[in-house]
């Protein structure tokens, strides 16, 4: 067995037993659907439940603002002073029959001002928006009616459009869905620009507690310097996937409970059974849900999976390699900050330019970032989606592996003479020497 071999399998040997890596491995899935469920449930328990005594003195308003589940309105005929009067009498918020005063006086339709509303406490963004939408459309009504024109053929001669978007290529005709490829373009390209920073990191920090505790002075008496950090990159590349996998079982295991839920075929929207289209409970066929299903499924999900993994994996070693090269360039973690950033730029770069790949996925500026391999693991995956499988997909991936073999050339010649470097804080011009030194 190599030496990469027995160094790989130290490091891999060693991560997965550790107690962090198996908690994370089983609360990843759960972190990352709370991520998506708890804001949702969190806005639906925090979004205030209020009653608003309306005094309408146009006379324009009377029972045409909708109730909704945090909102009802209650109407009077009483003046506005009765109504403040009644407010300040019944004290605590608990005994008060309304938590707040709509006033509408006189109005001009054409030119609608002096609305207020009267309460203790302001309200919310969201609640002001839905009452000023409400006068809003009654407003307009009401002009409507003045003008002669019947609201309900207004609402027939109002179309909504619905346009189908299908592919044309050599084999032949698909449906494509853009809210679909955006979903998955952003969510790929995040997960991996996520997991190079946490497992790159992961090899620094690793080098630097070697070099620290001189362990790694006696590992390079038996092993060459090349040999410790490609090992110690493989090494953990193979944690990264262990988990990565861990996560799509589980993954797999809480969609089929998911499924059962809503009545759906558990191998269809299980990422292990990808590529069938799941047929929705009828109820459900004619909702946006069912057509963001519909989208997903008919995007090339095996394409992109195998695109995602093979980013991931050369994304990482290339980042892995340069991330080596550092941690054995400095003593502590606080030294390797500046070195990190240059190397991190591009990665971060990526994050900041989704929206104007998205907005453009074809563009010049999408291709070049695609291609460039310090961008493209993040910026392909975005774009992968919406181009399927191209010359630029074959481009990118082979400039990739290309700058895999550079990196860890330069990182492997900086990592031999900083490894046994100590006591001192390497400026770029030095460790640009090293790279000419023979060792």
Known sequence: ???????????????VRKRSFIIMSILGPILFAALIVVPVWISRESSESIVIQVVDESKLFKSKFKDSENLKFAYTDGSLDESKKKFNTDGKKEKREFDGILHIPQIDLETPKGITYFS?????????????????????????????????????IRTKIDIATINLSNEGEKKSSSGAATVIGYFSAFMIYMFIFLYGSQVMRGVIEEKTSRIVEVI???????????????????????????WVVLSSVVSAVVSSVFGLDAAQVSPMGMGANPQLPANLQDSPAAEM??????????????????????????????????????????????????????????????????????????????????????????????IGFTWD???????????FVG????AARIYRVGILMYGKKPSF???????????
């Open 1 to 15: 067995m190599s030496k990469i071999t027995l160094i790989a399998e130290r490091e891999f040997m060693t991560r």
């Open 120 to 156: 203790e406490k302001s309200l919310s963004a969201f609640t002001q928006n839905d009452i000023e939408k409400n006068i809003a459309e009654e407003i307009e009504n009401q002009k409507l009616v003045k003008s002669g024109i019947d609201k309900n053929v207004l609402d027939k």
């Open 220 to 246: 390079i008496s038996s092993v060459k310097p090349f040999e410790l950090m490609m090992g110690k990159i493989l090494g953990i590349a193979g944690v990264a996937l262990t988990q990565f996998l861990i």
């Open 293 to 386: 299903v519909s989208g997903f499924y008919s995007l090339n999900l095996p394409l992109i999976v195998a695109c995602f993994g093979f980013y991931f994996l050369f994304g990482y070693l290339m980042y892995g390699a340069l991330f080596g090269a550092i941690g054995s360039a400095v003593d502590n973690e606080t030294d390797s900050q500046q070195l990190v950033l240059p190397i991190t730029i591009p990665l971060i770069l990526s994050i900041v330019m989704i929206s104007a790949v998205l907005n453009n996925p074809n563009g010049a500026l999408a291709f070049w970032f695609s291609i460039i391999p310090l961008t493209s693991p993040v910026i392909m995956m975005v774009r992968l989606p919406f």
């Open 393 to 403: 997909l074959v481009l990118s991936m082979v400039l990739l592996v290309a700058g």
């Open 407 to 410: 990196a860890t050339w330069v």
């Open 429 to 439: 011009k030095e460790i640009g020497k090293w790279l000419f030194y023979k060792v």
